[in-house]
């Protein structure tokens, strides 16, 4: 990190601009960040000010901006369902099962409000970073099986269709 102090009426952008053509002459990629309502004009005057007029190792962004640049060769994220398609993914996992093998939950299975529930565990979990397999230490060896049951179905429901997602993409 550098201190830059200078007189008011010197231009910081070309001091800022010289610092960032020593820095890319390192091997070194500079991002200018600009405000929102200046970044054209920013732009337009660090280019004005660059030797060679132009730089793919100086890039001038907003600061909003910035997360897209370093996550930029990252793999896209993937995405999550909404609580919708989190319910159907839901809905489909216990149509699968006979009431049978639930132990506790057979007899509610399709029932929205349980649904609704196991959505809100979902959601727990996942912001708590838990995975089903911490259910393991609940006290209730019914409602545990249940709710493993579920989950693991629900899982194995996702990782195919994740599967087909991605045979779908190679034809």
Not at 24 to 31: C, Q
Not at 142 to 163: E, F, N, P, Q, V
Request: aromatic share 8%; charged share 25%.
């Amino acid at each position: 990190m550098k201190l830059l102090y200078t007189d008011i009426r010197t231009s910081l952008t070309e001091i800022l601009t010289r610092e960032a053509e020593e820095l890319v002459a390192a091997g070194k990629r500079v991002f200018y960040i600009a405000p929102n309502s200046l970044s054209f004009e920013k732009e337009r005057a660090v280019l004005e000010c660059l030797s060679q007029q132009a730089s793919f190792a100086i890039t001038v962004t907003r600061f909003a901006q910035m997360a897209r640049y370093l996550i930029l060769n990252d793999s896209p994220a993937k995405t999550s369902l909404d609580d919708i398609g989190l319910g159907m993914a839901f809905y489909r996992c216990l149509a699968e099962l006979a009431p049978k093998d639930l132990r506790v939950y057979g007899a509610i299975k399709q029932d929205p409000q349980f649904i609704q529930q196991l959505i809100e565990l979902y959601h727990e979990m996942t912001k708590a970073q838990m995975s089903f397999l911490d259910l393991e230490s609940l006290t209730d060896e019914d409602k545990r099986a249940d709710l493993l049951l579920i989950l693991r179905k629900l899982l194995l429901i996702s990782i195919k269709a994740s599967w087909l997602r991605e045979v779908s993409c190679l034809n």
